[in-house]
């Protein structure tokens, strides 16, 4: 199986900043590449696909980026409503994988 | 719109089986691939198995391949997951999604207890 590992597993930040988290497989996914945003007592919502295309609905705020074995998530200012925990998932090969995820807390 | 809707969940010995359903509206259930994540307490997500449309192909983690079987009713526009051999490790939130390799539209899922 692929594993997908995210860093930082937890990060703070404070409304308005810019926050990036980076998902590293290991082995090359190309850009099959997915990232979700979690929060407690919610589905699961997709932000992004194919590594970097935006999910209809979802804010311009964020973004993904890479291919092969290093993608990143920005999010170019945080909003309130952004503190939740991030997964990436590759869908190259299955077993399908998810990352460790990521929480971005209040600082 | 598209919803999804999972029941079936419940407290069960370890060893024991359950039927987890999910019933699906809103699209053309029988051409799209369907899949089952779960998330255990205060864990990550994994994905647990998906199938193909019209009960083609069906694909299952390693963590549950030989005890999890999934499959689909096209008539009834509902995905199964048949769950046996029960183990504490598969305590989770279920979750039904749509589609095979990423997942736009999820259930809210229902909650599986493996406890003696």
């Known amino acids: 199986d692929i594993q997908l590992t995210q860093s930082p597993s937890t990060l703070s930040a404070s409304v308005g900043d810019r926050v990036t988290i980076t998902c590293r497989a290991s082995q090359s996914v190309s850009s099959w590449l997915a990232w979700y945003q979690l929060k407690p007592g919610k589905a699961p919502k997709l932000l992004i696909y194919k590594a970097s295309t935006l999910e209809s609905g979802v804010p311009s705020r964020f973004s993904g980026s890479g291919s092969g074995t290093e993608f990143t998530l920005t999010i170019s200012s945080l909003q309130p409503d952004d503190f939740a925990t991030y997964y990436c998932q590759q869908y190259n090969s299955y077993s399908l994988t998810f990352g460790g995820g990521t929480k971005v807390e209040i600082k | 719109e598209v919803q999804l809707l999972e029941s079936g969940g419940g407290l069960v010995q370890p060893g024991g089986s359950l039927r987890l359903s999910c019933a699906a509206s809103?699209?053309?259930?029988?051409?799209?691939?369907m899949a089952w994540v779960r998330q255990a307490p205060g864990k990550g997500l994994e994905w647990v198995s998906g199938i193909s449309g019209s009960a083609g192909r069906t694909y299952s983690a390693d963590s549950v391949k030989g005890r999890f079987t999934i499959s689909r009713d096209d008539s009834k526009n509902t995905l199964y997951l048949q769950m046996n051999n029960l183990r504490a490790e598969d305590t989770a939130l279920y979750y039904c999604?749509?589609?095979?390799?990423?997942?736009?539209?999820w259930g809210q899922g229902t909650l599986v207890t493996v406890s003696s």
């Open positions: 999604t749509k589609d095979q390799y990423y997942f736009a539209s």
């Open positions: 809103g699209f053309t259930f029988s051409i799209y691939a």
